[in-house]
């Protein structure tokens, strides 16, 4: 009877054990600073990611780790956070002091410009957060403290810290089974497209390298080269999350994709007459097409089109009723055909498995 009762006791001790350390392990490891008196719980703040680090001309993925580590924050203080990142010209330390952002994430070299805000501890050599309500900055140093004494983040430095360059790649003889920071996504809507994974990777890559914060003179933004107005077309307004980025690029694409699926096209040459409309538009492609087929030129092979497109330079082309936009001269659409399938076949080569 007493050894009944005692085992008894034992189990009620670890039942409560049990409720007493769930919450505590709610998200599978125990949060620095993410208390129940955890002050931004429940806010929404806007984080303003200003490193410059590959828009015009870099190469860095500094700007796609820190918006990694941005949404983990938000996720460990059960807050909301919209991620900007700044353009060429926009100051947000100002915007900063002004109370129009929360936090900046930026690199520590003006120590001037940061006087008046409170400094984060360092996430590494020199990128540190901003904050000018210091109520919040005890709980974002104790999870910089706790982030970067844990695996996690050096698993997120090695994936955005790597050059993944497929040519280079290729000529070294690597093999591996990742080839950007973004593989899950990108199969995940290739499969929705129709595409080899690898195909949608080397897309991304001859569009920003796997850089979400590319941006060119035309405002394409993002991993896909986005317009704004193409992502308000397929209801996305957030370019610089990786995954709404690759939505309305592969959006967009199975869109274009569908125009050639009547003509019967072999699927590579599928591929690359949705891969010429994503670059010119559908409408030049269309243009290429008809005056192909009056030249009775294969219009369903695109190296038949390369060849006639140096006729379509021609004041003569101005003339055609098959022709509706005029002269197209056809270099960088060629180029970009060119090189996405030149990357394909690097990406095949270091990534053989599907």
């Not at 034992?10 to 007493?20: A, F, K």
């Amino acid at each position: 009877m007493k050894e009944k009762t005692q085992r008894r006791l034992r189990n009620v001790l670890i039942s409560l054990t049990i409720i007493c350390l769930t919450p505590l392990c709610e998200k599978g490891r125990i949060l620095s600073g993410a208390d129940a008196a955890d002050s931004l719980a429940g806010k929404e703040l806007v984080c303003a990611i200003d490193l410059c680090d590959d828009m015009y001309g870099g190469h860095g993925l500094e700007t796609g780790l820190n918006y990694q580590l941005a949404k983990m924050f938000a996720d460990d203080h059960r807050c909301d956070v919209r991620i900007v990142s700044a353009g060429k010209g926009e100051n947000w330390i100002d915007s900063l002091k002004q109370d129009k952002a929360d936090i900046v994430i930026t690199h520590i070299h003006n120590t001037d410009e940061l006087s008046e805000l409170n400094i984060s501890r360092k996430l590494d050599d020199c990128t540190a957060w901003a904050v000018k309500d210091a109520s919040h900055m005890r709980q974002i140093n104790m999870w910089i403290s706790h982030i970067t004494s844990s695996h996690e983040i050096n698993n997120l430095r090695d994936m955005y810290g790597r050059t993944y360059d497929p040519i280079k790649r290729a000529q070294k003889g690597i093999r591996t089974g990742r080839i950007s920071p973004y593989d899950e996504i990108i199969k995940d809507y290739a499969d929705q497209l129709g595409w080899d994974w690898r195909m949608l990777a080397a897309v991304i890559y001859q569009e920003s390298k796997f850089s979400i914060n590319s941006r060119s003179h035309r405002g394409a933004q993002g991993l896909m080269q986005v317009m704004p107005q193409t992502a308000r077309y397929y209801g996305v307004n957030d370019l610089l999350d990786p995954a709404q980025n690759i939505k309305v690029g592969t959006s967009h694409l199975k869109r274009l994709q569908k125009l050639y699926l009547k003509h019967n096209l072999e699927h590579m040459e599928l591929v690359k007459f949705t891969l010429a409309a994503y670059n010119a538009g559908e409408g030049r492609v269309a243009d290429c097409r008809n005056f192909a087929a009056k030249q009775e030129v294969d219009n369903n092979r695109w190296d038949e089109i390369v060849k006639i497109i140096p006729l379509m330079r021609e004041d003569s082309i101005l003339e055609e009723e098959c022709v509706k936009l005029g002269k197209f001269q056809g270099y960088e659409t060629i180029t970009y055909v060119d090189n996405v399938m030149r990357l394909y076949e690097a990406f095949c080569q270091i990534c053989p498995e599907v």
